[in-house]
T-cell receptor
């Protein structure tokens, strides 16, 4: 059974600081996703990582994937209040059936002045 | 770009009634769609895989007779919560892939009184 674990589950950051969210998964998978969720809303896609060593960046967020360690990271640089949200990683569990995802528990990020 | 749309966005119903939620792929065909459930302050859990023209595949612990899934066309999957009870109150989210990318619907919030 595929398990996906995130840490930390709660993250309180000061504006301007850097931090990293970790996502470990238990079995081999061919793609890993990062999503953002605002309260009461659905998921916003941030990154899709497809191969070992993949690194993607968008604004203050950068995601990486180490398939050998079964680890992905989401790095936040110089946090701003607008980044406050819940962040999920998810791993494809369905082989070629893209969309059958197992999600991590989510990391609730709060950025304060 | 491709979009997945859900309807209704929110619904309130009385205990014992049935509620239908629709998931549409607006500009692509999807032979497979996925239904997730998210309880407050929790992660997303896959309920079932909706297969066009055949029976849905349910995850362990999900009652197929309670959560009826119909995927009658390549652009529409429906989830019917039968004889709803307060414990079925949740955020239901569907997803579909166009073969390249994965898209999530806006979600449907169900409240059972």
């Amino acid at each position: 059974e595929l398990k996906v674990e995130q840490n930390p589950l709660f993250l309180s950051m000061q504006e301007g600081k850097n931090y990293t969210i970790y996502c470990n998964y238990s079995t081999t998978s061919d793609r890993l996703y990062w999503y953002r969720q605002d309260p009461g809303k659905s998921l916003e896609s941030l990154f899709v990582l497809l191969s070992n060593g993949a690194v993607k960046q968008e604004g203050r967020l950068m995601a990486s994937l180490d398939t050998k360690a079964r680890l992905s990271t989401l790095h936040i640089t110089a946090a701003v209040h607008d980044l406050s949200a819940t962040y999920f990683c998810a791993v494809n569990a369905g082989g070629t059936s893209y969309g059958k995802l197992t999600f991590g528990q989510g990391t609730i990020l709060t950025v304060h002045p | 770009g491709a979009v997945v749309s859900q309807h209704p966005s929110w619904v309130i119903c009385k205990s014992g009634t049935s509620v239908k939620i629709e998931c549409r792929s607006l500009d692509f065909q999807a032979t497979t769609m996925f239904w997730y459930r998210q309880f407050p302050k929790q992660s997303l859990m896959l309920m079932a895989t909706s297969n066009e023209g055949s029976k849905a595949t349910y995850e362990q612990g999900v009652e197929k007779d309670k959560f009826l899934i119909n995927h009658a066309s390549l652009t529409l999957s429906t989830l019917t919560v039968t004889s709803a009870h307060p414990e079925d109150s949740s955020f239901y989210i569907c997803s579909a892939s166009d073969g390249q990318k994965l898209f999530f619907g806006e979600g449907s919030r169900l409240t059972v009184l």
